[in-house]
């Protein structure tokens, strides 16, 4: 089966630094994104790791290690409007690319 | 260039009821998918489209769901006979070969009751 966890909530501060870990079981693995949803919104973009490493893309950076099933997204420098929920979620290939998305990380920052 | 395109955003309707959401995706996307998102959760996939084939739907429930792309481009996707448990948003979302992000529409909020 396929299994995504992360974690259901976190709160962090206004200028700081914030890591939202993701761990996978999949039967395939083509590729880990991170989706950025604010309530009643659409989620929207936010990164694409198909390597092991380290991608960067201004405040927002993201981690995959395959071997280990993991990755992190990194959100630096946070802002008000960075309260949302974080969607990690997998493509497990298979000649369908439909993905299996986490439960979603409600991430709240505080002034 | 225009985003992903659904209607109608809300929707009630009484259990047993009958109900269908339209989606418009990106001009020139060939894939289309349909996932539902119940409150608290993460998007689950129910079916994706290649052009007007469908290429994977086993995780939409056939008996009261169904879902068509005529002519390969916009798509309806239908329940029926609805249940409470049907509650929730159904996203569309559509992406072009060789990107590899999709591209989600606003969604429709369904409430059955």
């Known amino acids: 089966g396929q299994n995504i966890d992360q974690p259901t909530e976190m709160t962090a501060t206004e200028g700081a630094i914030v890591q939202i870990n993701c761990t996978y079981q999949?039967?395939?693995?083509?590729?880990l994104f991170w989706y950025q949803q604010h309530a009643g919104e659409a989620p929207t973009f936010l990164s694409y790791n198909v390597l092991d490493g380290l991608e960067e893309k201004g405040r927002f950076s993201s981690f995959l290690s395959r071997s280990k099933g993991y990755s992190y997204l990194l959100l630096k420098e946070l802002q008000m409007k960075d309260s949302a929920s974080y969607l990690c979620?997998?493509?497990?290939?298979?000649?369908?690319?439909?993905?299996?998305f986490g439960k979603g990380t409600h991430l709240i920052i505080q002034p | 260039e225009a985003g992903v395109a659904q209607s109608p955003r809300y929707k009630i309707i009484e259990k047993r009821q009958s109900v269908a959401f339209w989606c418009n995706p990106i001009s020139g996307h060939a894939t289309l998918y349909w996932y539902q998102q119940i409150l608290g959760q993460g998007p689950k996939l129910l079916i994706q489209f290649q052009n007007n084939g469908v290429v994977d739907d086993s995780q939409l429930p056939k008996d009261r769901f169904s879902a068509e792309r005529l002519k390969g481009v916009d798509s309806t996707l239908k329940i029926q006979p609805a249940k409470l448990e049907d509650s929730a948003v159904y996203l569309c979302?559509?992406?072009?070969?060789?990107?590899?992000?999709?591209?989600f529409g606003q969604g429709t909020r369904l409430t059955v009751v």
């Open positions: 979620a997998v493509d497990s290939g298979g000649g369908a690319d439909g993905l299996t």
């Open positions: 999949t039967s395939g693995f083509n590729g």
């Open positions: 979302a559509s992406n072009s070969r060789g990107i590899a992000e999709a591209f």
